[in-house]
């Protein structure tokens, strides 16, 4: 069994022009996708909230483009994304390289895609409660385009969840990026190139003291190989998380090993995609809170939850505006 990539719809016959969910995709010839975004759409914007840090190595920004290899039905592909027109009207010229690409791999591709850069997401709802509010309206005006990245497997983010707990983003993408190196696939032109993230199975037959070379510690290896193994054995199914309420999926995510409540609701956010989901005992997302509302005093889980309930069901995408708004500030990312 196979568990990169959930898959997409078929994007059936090659040249054919398929208008789904608001994203409508031509598929060319060779090793090249056209795919047109539900606008406005900015790439840089979308893949920097994605990215979080200029050394992350497996999300990478070029300039103008966007590069990342993806496991598509076990076989590693890198993707190398450009922004062809837009916002308004955002078109994407996306290249495939390693590997068999055919149209299998096109249609995989596009999945990992729209879950990667949020493709599809209508955010105009967003948009209209946004403007006119007094703290956010300015903030939304100025990222509009950002659309609220997601990790391509529920397990990936998961894992970056689990690397980043009691630590900062860099020390944990720095984690991250070690992991992907040594453990993740690398396409087969470029054997010393970028790899893919792991899937379970790369992971699955390590000891903890495998992850503990890479800095991991004895908590968080544990985590990362035992729930490898639990997804391997067919005892853990990740994706089926989304066929859960919060409190349920919550509640399974959280009975892991070394999993709790900030790591289950990022998960919900950066893996499954709820776009309800504010993190609420994200430290970081505490301070941005404290600055964008003028509180001197700390908050907690419950108080940030009643600082959020006035965005919903918006409050992840708040989420990702005051992470990319921090970024730009401290010269972290582009500036938006």
Same mark, same amino acid.
């Given at each position: 069994?196979?568990?990169?990539?959930?898959?997409?719809?078929?994007?059936?016959?090659?040249?054919?022009?398929?208008?789904?969910?608001? *994203?409508?995709?031509?598929?060319s010839t060779?090793?090249?996708?056209?795919?047109?975004?539900?606008?406005?759409?900015?790439?840089?914007?979308?893949?920097?909230?994605?990215?979080?840090?200029?050394?992350?190595? *497996?999300?990478?920004?070029?300039?103008?483009?966007?590069e990342?290899? *993806?496991?598509?039905?076990?076989?590693p592909?890198a993707?190398?994304?450009?922004?062809?027109?837009?916002?308004?009207?955002?078109?994407?010229?996306v290249v495939?390289?390693?590997g068999?690409?055919?149209?299998?791999?096109?249609?995989?591709?596009?999945?990992?895609?729209?879950?990667?850069?949020?493709?599809?997401?209508?955010?105009?709802p967003?948009?209209a409660?946004?403007?006119?509010?007094?703290?956010?309206?300015?903030?939304?005006?100025r990222?509009?385009g950002?659309?609220?990245?997601?990790?391509?497997?529920?397990?990936?983010?998961?894992? =970056?969840?689990?690397?980043?707990?009691?630590?900062?983003?860099?020390?944990?993408?720095?984690?991250?990026?070690r992991?992907?190196?040594?453990?993740?696939?690398?396409?087969?032109?470029s054997?010393?190139?970028?790899?893919?993230?792991?899937?379970p199975?790369?992971?699955?037959?390590?000891?903890?003291d495998?992850?503990?070379?890479?800095?991991?510690?004895?908590?968080?290896?544990?985590?990362?190989?035992?729930?490898?193994r639990?997804?391997?054995?067919?005892?853990?199914?990740?994706?089926?998380?989304q066929?859960?309420?919060d409190?349920?999926?919550?509640?399974?995510?959280?009975?892991?090993?070394g *999993?709790?409540?900030?790591?289950?609701?990022?998960?919900?956010?950066?893996?499954?995609?709820?776009?309800?989901?504010f993190?609420?005992?994200?430290?970081?997302?505490h =301070?941005?809170?404290?600055?964008?509302f003028?509180?001197?005093?700390?908050?907690?889980?419950?108080?940030?939850?009643r600082?959020?309930?006035?965005?919903?069901?918006?409050?992840?995408?708040?989420?990702?505006?005051?992470?990319?708004?921090?970024?730009?500030?401290?010269?972290?990312?582009?500036?938006?």
């Amino acid at each position: 069994m196979s568990h990169a990539i959930p898959r997409a719809l078929d994007l059936r016959d090659e040249n054919q022009i398929d208008l789904r969910d608001g *994203v409508q995709v031509e598929t060319s010839t060779g090793r090249q996708l056209q795919i047109d975004p539900r606008g406005p759409f900015r790439l840089d914007l979308t893949a920097w909230a994605l990215r979080r840090r200029s050394h992350n190595a *497996v999300d990478r920004w070029d300039a103008d483009t966007y590069e990342r290899v *993806v496991s598509l039905d076990g076989a590693p592909v890198a993707l190398s994304v450009t922004q062809v027109a837009g916002p308004d009207a955002p078109r994407l010229s996306v290249v495939l390289a390693g590997g068999r690409v055919d149209q299998s791999a096109k249609e995989l591709a596009r999945g990992a895609l729209d879950r990667l850069l949020g493709l599809s997401v209508d955010l105009s709802p967003f948009a209209a409660m946004a403007a006119p509010d007094p703290r956010l309206g300015a903030l939304a005006a100025r990222l509009r385009g950002l659309k609220p990245p997601r990790f391509p497997t529920v397990f990936e983010a998961l894992v =970056n969840g689990v690397a980043c707990q009691q630590l900062s983003l860099t020390v944990g993408i720095h984690l991250l990026n070690r992991l992907a190196a040594e453990r993740g696939r690398a396409v087969s032109a470029s054997p010393e190139g970028p790899r893919a993230f792991p899937d379970p199975e790369d992971l699955a037959s390590l000891q903890p003291d495998d992850l503990r070379h890479h800095g991991f510690s004895s908590t968080k290896a544990r985590t990362i190989i035992e729930t490898a193994r639990a997804i391997i054995a067919g005892g853990l199914d990740l994706e089926a998380l989304q066929q859960l309420e919060d409190g349920a999926a919550i509640e399974r995510l959280t009975s892991l090993r070394g *999993v709790g409540r900030w790591t289950a609701e990022y998960v919900l956010l950066r893996g499954l995609g709820r776009l309800h989901v504010f993190p609420g005992d994200d430290v970081g997302a505490h =301070n941005k809170l404290r600055q964008l509302f003028g509180i001197d005093t700390p908050l907690d889980h419950e108080a940030v939850g009643r600082l959020v309930a006035r965005w919903h069901p918006y409050a992840g995408v708040v989420y990702f505006h005051l992470l990319l708004d921090s970024l730009s500030r401290a010269g972290l990312a582009i500036q938006a």
